[in-house]
């Protein structure tokens, strides 16, 4: 554990020491974005309408009898854009991204192309690390925005279509109770899950040892310390954002 504590520092330093190199790697961050942002999307798009159609019908459930149905746009989009939104787009991301990064550095470890870089005196944090560390800050968020629009369409269609909510009354219930804090403290979030998410997977897949097998444990490290660090920092920052 102090050990791997250690290296996660070292590695930290290392990104951070690189960042004003990074000029002129702008071709490989643009790589990086596309396949971190744009090639996640329709997973994102498809995954976000079901969480906000089923978030609809569970909270017209939970209402029945108790609180008016007009406050059901005010219950999703809380939940959406403070909760739902941000945490299940990193899991997502963390299941697609993270172990595509893992087993990329994994393999290149092993193969011993990472070696050959230090050989020929190129930074291998600098060229391989930060581009995707500052692809996942920039990417995740836009990736929640995206994952918050759908996932209220979702959550009307069901409303309208399912539960008997006039478009009107849903719209008002959204627009009653909005706070642009609860877009902000999630946006928030998903840059602490991109960091999370990228840094994660490049830290496992530069460890990477054993060959095929160790390429596959670290993926699954990857996958499974960057979920359990998203939950664990959502808590984190849930605290600081919000007083109860």
Same mark, same amino acid.
């Given at each position: &554990?102090?050990?791997? $504590?250690?290296? $996660?520092?070292? &590695? &930290?330093? *290392?990104?951070? *020491?690189? $960042?004003?190199?990074?000029?002129?790697?702008? *071709?490989?961050?643009?790589d990086?974005?596309?396949?971190? #942002?744009?090639?996640?999307?329709?997973?994102? $798009?498809?995954?976000?309408?079901?969480?906000?159609?089923?978030?609809?019908? @569970?909270?017209?459930? @939970?209402?029945?009898?108790y609180?008016?149905? *007009?406050?059901?746009g005010?219950?999703?989009?809380?939940?959406?854009?403070? +909760?739902?939104?941000?945490?299940?787009?990193?899991?997502?991301?963390?299941?697609?991204?993270?172990?595509?990064?893992?087993?990329?550095?994994? %393999?290149?470890?092993?193969?011993? @192309?990472?070696?050959?870089? +230090?050989?020929?005196?190129?930074?291998?944090?600098?060229?391989?690390?930060?581009?995707?560390?500052?692809?996942?800050?920039?990417?995740?968020?836009?990736?929640?925005?995206?994952?918050?629009?759908?996932?209220?369409?979702?959550? &009307? #269609?069901?409303?309208?279509?399912?539960?008997?909510?006039?478009?009107?009354?849903?719209?008002?219930?959204?627009?009653? /109770? /909005?706070?642009?804090?609860?877009?902000?403290?999630?946006?928030?979030?998903?840059?602490a899950?991109?960091?999370?998410?990228? /840094?994660?997977?490049?830290?496992?897949? /530069?460890?990477?040892?054993?060959?095929?097998?160790?390429?596959?444990?670290?993926?699954?490290?990857?996958?499974?310390?960057?979920?359990?660090?998203?939950?664990?920092?959502?808590?984190?920052?849930? %605290?600081?954002?919000?007083?109860?």
């Amino acid at each position: &554990m102090f050990s791997d $504590l250690g290296g $996660l520092v070292i &590695m &930290m330093l *290392r990104v951070i *020491r690189s $960042l004003p190199s990074q000029f002129k790697h702008l *071709r490989l961050i643009s790589d990086q974005m596309l396949a971190m #942002g744009v090639n996640s999307l329709p997973l994102i $798009l498809l995954t976000s309408s079901f969480s906000g159609a089923v978030s609809a019908w @569970q909270a017209a459930y @939970q209402f029945k009898g108790y609180v008016p149905l *007009r406050y059901l746009g005010t219950a999703v989009s809380k939940a959406v854009f403070i +909760e739902l939104a941000p945490v299940l787009t990193a899991l997502v991301v963390a299941g697609r991204v993270g172990a595509a990064i893992a087993a990329e550095l994994g %393999t290149m470890r092993v193969t011993e @192309q990472i070696d050959a870089m +230090e050989t020929l005196a190129i930074d291998p944090v600098g060229y391989l690390v930060t581009p995707r560390v500052i692809s996942g800050l920039i990417m995740l968020p836009v990736l929640v925005i995206f994952a918050d629009v759908v996932a209220i369409i979702g959550a &009307m #269609g069901v409303s309208v279509m399912l539960v008997d909510v006039e478009p009107e009354t849903f719209w008002n219930g959204v627009k009653a /109770f /909005f706070l642009v804090s609860d877009i902000t403290s999630g946006l928030i979030k998903a840059v602490a899950f991109g960091l999370a998410i990228s /840094f994660l997977g490049c830290f496992n897949g /530069f460890n990477a040892a054993g060959g095929a097998e160790g390429v596959g444990k670290a993926t699954m490290r990857a996958v499974v310390t960057s979920s359990v660090m998203i939950l664990v920092s959502d808590f984190v920052i849930a %605290t600081f954002l919000f007083n109860v």
